[in-house]
Every structure is written in C-alpha cells, then in structure tokens.
C-alpha cells in the first residue's frame, strides 16, 4: 500500500480504521497485513461487537423469482452468535493495533431503532434496516474513537482508510489522496474465470426539498462501502456517523448503505474517485482459498482434454440433439454443444434454452428433488431452485450429481418433445 498526500506528494502516515463483526478475520489476516498494513506506516483502530455470527458463501443467495428478485432476504433473518475470541484478534494484530474496543451493544437495540425510523414498507430487497444501522454503529464507533485518540495523544495521521476484517487483498493499494476527495474501489471479487467485474453498488434516487439534496434516478450513480480513503481532515466530515444515518433514515433516505454514504459524501462537496486498479475480495464460509485456472469453466477451452475435466467428467450427460446455450453451458461445461437447434421453449430463450424452472419439472421430480433437500442447507436449496446454474456449478458431492442426472435428463426430454 502507498498512499501519498496530493498537496505535498509526501508519503502519508495511515490509520486503517477497522469495524464490524469479526467473523473470519483469520483466512483473511495474511492478505491484510501484508498489502494494507506491512507496506507503509501504518497504525490499526478496531471498534466492533464482541460476538459474531458466521455466514457461508450462500448468504446472499436467498428465495427469489425467476427474473432474479428477492423475495425473501436471508440477511433480515436472525443469526446465530457466538463470543469473539478477543486474545486471538489481538495477538493476530498486535504489531500495528494502538487502540480498539469491544461492545455488546445487542442487535435488538437496532431493531428497536429501526423501527422508529423504517416502517416495512419501506425497506428495500426485503433488507432490515437494523443490519445498516448495526454497520454504521461500528463504522461510527471506530471514527469517533481514532478521532477521541488523536485529539488525546497528539497523533496525527495524513490518510485514513476504513474497512472491515473479513476483506481479502490483493497487490498494491496505492493513490494520491488530497483534501475534499473520497477513494473507494470499482468492483469486488471475481467471476468464473477470475475476471473482475468492474461496477459498485448502485444509489437510488432521492429528492429532498427541506435540504436541498439529491440523488438522480435510474442508478446512475454508484457506491462501495467496503473500503474508503480520504484524508484526514475530510475524514472529520464522518464524525458522529451513526446519528447521522439514523437522521438520513428519518428523512426518507433510501435505506441503503452505498446510497447513504454517496449522500454524506456529496453533502460533504467530496470528489468520489474510484480505483478499478484495488483487488480485493469478501471471505465467505466454504469459499477456496487458492484457486487457478483449473478449476474455472475456461479450462475446458483452453485445454479440453485436460484429466480433471475427465475426472468430473459428465459425458454420461451428453445428448447428441440439442443445442447448449447460456447459462446452462456454464453450468454443465461437458455437455457438448452442436449445431441443432431445439424448439422454442415457452417463456424462455427461444431455441436455445435447455434447463427449466424448478417450477417446470414434472411432480415427481420435484418430490424427489425436495426429498434430496432435506439433506441439503436451506441456502442450498434457494440456490438449486432460483439460480441453478450456480448450484451445479458449485457442487460437486454424489448427490448433486445425482440431482444433475435426472434434472438434465428431464429438461432434456421435455424440450425435445415441444
């Protein structure tokens, strides 16, 4: 990480500003200290809770229909806690750590404020404001708290970079950061291949006459709320954070995190420079650690005849009649596609389509794909019947290869008989 201060083009001193929930901070440890902390002078502040809950890979996967929408958001349900291990964390951290705290502020106390200021109707994506204002609570803890050693110590920093713990980073972290701007990165994680997608967040429009604010419609601005950097006296401008979203909330905000902030931002006259450049990534249980191009769909055209696409090898899948399109051809990389087309398929991608809705399946598959996911997480079983194609992609036991088998056998015969 080098981050230089623009006026003076002088290496910064940094204060990385870390909060929230420590949920798998030791995967992501490694990548941590060594792109943001070990490259330059830093100084690391910690404000969150101390219990965590623990989310998979899954967790944002959730009920949805078939255009893709929520209908059910598994972020609104209550998760499970457990105690942080606070020893652990601070002995992971203790070269760079010079102030942090742990609260038990309940997650019922947010819920209880949420409902002063956030009627259901109101929500978004089926999302519980209490999860924006449990971020913010720890965001704003953390900022308060740097400024509170600061002013006590005589410290002072050029640069502050906020984020969270369960954030894995990768090469170098680098801008020059001048006074009224705001750094924040394009895009998060990787796709298939492991190409990142360059986009943030989108902010929703809003109009307020009393204030004077804005935000324009259609989503054409956007927002990432997972890495900010700004200097140190713009960063004076997210002091008192927490009361501040809970007043953007009163005045009808949309309760979004990215739409929250983009507003404080440009409340604040800050330049948003983004960086497509920052690579970085969320930890997720299940997530692999390590992967390479043999495990990514483009293997099999690169090198088709490699062993592992033999090992897990479908070829008793293949058909010699129908064509394979998007998304299933991702989804069953070994089910060759020919030049035969299929006929339209009602409500689908006309000659096209091989897969159908769960919904389409005959009765008794659908009985016996419910009994199979009895056996299966509930994430899981979202997955498999809203975004199919990334179950299959995904899994990889018995009995996904035994859901596979009749799911495309199914889709198979039903649309060669339309």
Request: hydrophobic fraction near 35%.
């Amino acid at each position: 990480m080098t981050f230089v201060v623009k006026e003076s083009k002088k290496e910064a001193r940094v204060a990385v500003l870390m909060y929230g929930f420590l949920r798998d901070y030791a995967k992501t440890a490694a990548s941590f200290k060594k792109v943001i902390l070990a490259s330059q002078e830093c100084s690391l502040f910690f404000f969150g809770p101390d219990y965590t809950d623990a989310p998979d890979k899954n967790f944002g996967v959730g009920r949805r229909d078939d255009a893709g929408f929520f209908i059910d958001n598994p972020k609104s349900k209550l998760s499970k806690y457990v105690k942080v291990k606070k020893d652990d964390f601070l002995k992971t951290y203790k070269d760079w750590l010079v102030d942090y705290q742990f609260h038990s502020t309940p997650q019922s106390s947010f819920i209880q404020q949420r409902e002063l200021l956030v009627p259901e109707t109101e929500w978004l994506f089926r999302l519980d404001p209490a999860r924006i204002l449990s971020m913010f609570y720890n965001m704003g803890g953390v900022i308060d708290n740097f400024f509170k050693y600061t002013e006590t110590t005589g410290e002072r920093y050029d640069v502050v970079l906020i984020t969270r713990s369960d954030l894995a980073f990768y090469n170098n972290f680098s801008a020059e950061v001048g006074e009224n701007e705001i750094h924040i990165p394009l895009g998060e994680g990787f796709d298939n291949n492991g190409c990142k997608p360059l986009g943030n967040a989108p902010v929703y429009y809003y109009k307020n006459m009393n204030t004077g604010e804005y935000i324009p419609g259609d989503r054409t601005k956007s927002f990432n709320d997972q890495v900010i950097v700004l200097s140190y006296k713009s960063a004076y401008h997210l002091r008192n954070l927490y009361n501040k979203v809970k007043a953007c909330l009163g005045r009808k905000v949309p309760p979004s995190p990215e739409t929250i902030l983009y507003l404080l931002s440009t409340d604040a006259n800050f330049k948003v420079i983004t960086h497509p450049e920052w690579n970085y990534e969320i930890y997720r249980a299940g997530k692999k650690p390590i992967e390479n191009v043999l495990s990514t769909p483009d293997l099999s055209k690169i090198d088709p005849y490699h062993p592992i696409l033999k090992k897990a090898s479908d070829l008793d899948l293949a058909m010699p009649d129908f064509k394979v399109a998007a998304p299933f051809a991702n989804a069953f990389p070994n089910l060759k596609p020919i030049s035969t087309t299929i006929a339209p398929v009602p409500g689908n991608f006309s000659g096209e389509f091989v897969g159908l809705q769960f919904d389409q399946l005959s009765p008794r598959l659908q009985r016996i794909l419910n009994f199979q996911a009895r056996f299966m997480k509930p994430n899981l079983i979202n997955k498999m019947k809203h975004k199919t194609d990334l179950f299959f992609r995904d899994a990889y036991n018995p009995l996904t290869k035994a859901i596979k088998y009749l799911y495309v056998m199914e889709s198979t015969n039903k649309n060669r008989n339309n």
